[in-house]
Nanobody
Framework: DVQLQASGGELVQPGGSLRLSCAASGFQFDAYAIGWFRQAPGKEREGVASFDNYDGKILYADSVKGRFTISSDPAKNTVYLQMNSTKPEDTAVYYC??????????????????WGQGTQVTVSS
């Protein structure tokens, strides 16, 4: 069975750092892009960052460029999202998702076939 397990969410102060993990199993990790998405209360789910494990391409949403870093550890079938300089508007449930062999790496929800359950990130003092 395909599984994507997001973890690492917690309460962090504005300006603080946090690292999320997405552990994947049940599919060929190096053939998929793994993306991070988030959904704040009352808002639509949006793409944050994605890492294509096939060719190493990376994509970030403008709102997180320069603050968040996505990385992948194929030995652990895990993708990470390092969140630095966090802001209250980063508060959301964060999800990871997998997209098979994308011709073009995107942050469009419809391009991702498999989804994990979310992890709550709260940025507040």
């Amino acid at each position: 069975d395909v599984q994507l397990q997001a973890s690492g969410g917690e309460l962090v102060q504005p300006g603080g750092s946090l690292r999320l993990s997405c552990a994947a199993s049940g599919f060929q990790f190096d053939a998929y892009a793994i993306g991070w998405f988030r959904q704040a209360p009352g808002k639509e789910r949006e793409g944050v960052a994605s890492f294509d494990n096939y060719d190493g391409k990376i994509l970030y949403a403008d709102s997180v460029k320069g603050r968040f870093t996505i990385s992948s550890d194929p030995a652990k079938n895990t993708v990470y999202l390092q969140m630095n300089s966090t802001k209250p508007e980063d508060t959301a449930v964060y999800y990871c998702a997998a997209s098979w062999g994308p011709a073009v790496l995107t942050l469009e929800l419809r391009d991702y076939e498999y989804w994990g359950q979310g992890t709550q990130v709260t940025v507040s003092s």
